[in-house]
């Protein structure tokens, strides 16, 4: 007889006590069992993580009201289900559908919550409108969209709408000025209007930015927060004000810099504002509540400090690559060589070429630790407690290690550090996805055409919209001349404090 196994209990096909909730999890099941398409009592369903890439005879279940289909194999859209008209939740998420056709979501008169993120989905049926007056619930978090599906503005009932991790440049105010959400998130898309750090601010300031867009004129905006890390005496507050002064500039030893300094630098039309961290290790610890995703991270290695037999680059570069990624999702990082002429010709490049191809490996192996980890998730006897953390994994595993024709970046997985090997899979939330990692540029701070050269290099990186897709923002004027009115006050401030010495 066929039996399948469920959670706390059997299902056999002559059983008549028939189960209203069957969960059947991690089964590797590759299709439906008979035995299971003969309960036509079921309501709710669970067959999340296994081998489904089809659902034939789904449709004789005629009474469910939640099926979760999640982190199966399905890439062509199971339309057998539209005849599941009593659905109130359905989550399809973690497969690899492309396209949702059209005359399937007419047939869900009562559907609540939607989950479709981690797809490869770049539009939305426009029949999902006829979802309007009970859908609440929309996930559409990972997947391919360049900008809100139109059919979405038409969901007058959504209170929750997700959609982070696709390519969304501009958002519409018809979105927060129509509909009632009560929970939106967009993060790790390159929006330009409204900014991010709009929209990290929740509903309320995204309407606020639109209020402020229909009432004044709105410009936009080109500006990259620049931080320069590095050990102590490398050169960062040398290189910092050399770039700003446009002219080489010297820094005794005793004028290091202690805590942050922060400054504005322009390059054409890029504004770029410069934090430099002192180097000594007691601020180490503080470096990484300043760094923002989607900053340029501006990394000084010592070169005459650096040496191809020791500990070198363990001190000097995979120190703070691995705090930058575990800690700062997004980060973009710039290598700087420098005391390039304490070393001959051939020293420098092959100090480059060492320090560039130990990243590489340091980015291979993590790839490989990321590998083992989602192993372990998954063969979990609990599994289902580390769903998010399986899912952060997953996107990580999605971010594969290439370096670009020019040979000018690395773009890897997080970086893992074998102590958090040692950790259980919860803690592991808090490591970035992905990261960026820029061809090394060798300076002798003496130089100014090294300076300029650096400068050219700085620019032409902030120009690509690749490395940085967030960079162009549509501001209001009104945000400008606040922020102009800020600044002017704290320089006065400090004008008069500086007299009263």
Not at 72 to 85: Q, R, Y
Not at 101 to 122: Q, T, V, W, Y
Not at 333 to 355: A, F, M, N, W, Y
Request: aromatic fraction near 8%; glycine fraction near 4%; proline fraction near 5%.
């Amino acid at each position: 007889m066929d039996s399948i196994k469920t959670k706390g209990s059997s299902f056999d096909q002559g059983q008549e006590d028939f189960l209203q909730e069957v969960t059947l999890s991690t089964l590797r099941l590759k299709v439906l069992p008979p035995s299971l398409l003969q309960n036509y009592h079921i309501e709710s369903l669970n067959l999340d993580r296994n081998k489904l890439k089809h659902l034939n005879g789904i449709s004789k279940l005629c009474n469910l009201k939640t099926l979760i289909l999640s982190k199966n194999e399905i890439t062509d859209f199971p339309e057998e289900i539209k005849k599941l008209v009593h659905l109130e939740k359905l989550e399809l998420n973690q497969n690899q559908i492309r396209i949702i056709p059209e005359g399937i979501f007419s047939c869900f008169a009562k559907l609540k919550h939607l989950r479709l993120n981690n797809n490869r989905l770049d539009v939305l049926p426009k029949d999902l409108a006829a979802c309007s007056g009970t859908l609440q619930y929309l996930n559409l978090s990972n997947n391919l969209f360049l900008a809100i599906p139109p059919v979405v503005l038409e969901l007058k009932r959504l209170q929750e709408f997700y959609v982070q991790n696709n390519m969304v440049r501009q958002l519409p105010a018809e979105l927060f000025k129509e509909l009632s959400l009560k929970m939106f998130k967009v993060n790790g898309n390159p929006l330009r209007e409204p900014p991010y750090e709009v929209c990290a601010g929740g509903i309320k300031q995204i309407i606020s930015y639109f209020d402020q867009l229909q009432n004044c004129p709105a410009e936009e905006d080109r500006r990259v927060k620049t931080m320069f890390l590095g050990t102590s005496l490398a050169g960062k507050s040398t290189i910092c004000k050399s770039l700003k002064e446009r002219q080489v500039i010297c820094i005794p030893e005793e004028e290091r810099t202690v805590g942050i300094e922060i400054s504005k630098f322009q390059i054409q039309d890029f504004t770029f504002l410069f934090w430099d961290f002192a180097g000594q290790l007691e601020y180490y610890v503080t470096h990484h509540v300043f760094i923002t995703p989607q900053a340029l991270v501006i990394l000084v290695i010592n070169f005459q400090q650096y040496q191809l037999s020791n500990d070198s680059f363990k001190e000097l570069v995979e120190f703070w690559i691995n705090n930058l990624f575990m800690r700062v999702p997004n980060s973009v990082v710039l290598p700087v060589g420098t005391h390039i002429d304490s070393c001959c010709e051939r020293e420098v490049e092959e100090k480059k070429q060492h320090i560039m191809s130990k990243i590489q490996a340091m980015l291979e192996e993590r790839k490989t630790r990321l590998a083992h980890f989602i192993a372990n998730v998954e063969n979990n006897e609990e599994s289902e407690f580390y769903a998010d953390q399986w899912n952060r994994l997953k996107e990580m595993e999605s971010c594969s290690l290439t370096i670009p024709q020019g040979n000018d970046i690395i773009s890897g997985v997080a970086i893992i550090t074998s102590e958090m090997l040692m950790v259980p899979p919860p803690l592991l939330l808090g490591i970035s996805s992905t990261s960026q990692i820029l061809d090394l540029v060798p300076v002798n701070c003496m130089d100014y055409k090294d300076i300029k050269t650096l400068e050219d290099t700085i620019l032409d990186h902030a120009k690509n919209e690749d490395i940085f897709p967030n960079i162009i923002q549509v501001l209001p004027l009104v945000y400008k001349q606040v922020e102009a009115a800020i600044v002017d006050i704290m320089e006065r401030k400090e004008k008069v404090a500086e007299h009263g010495k």
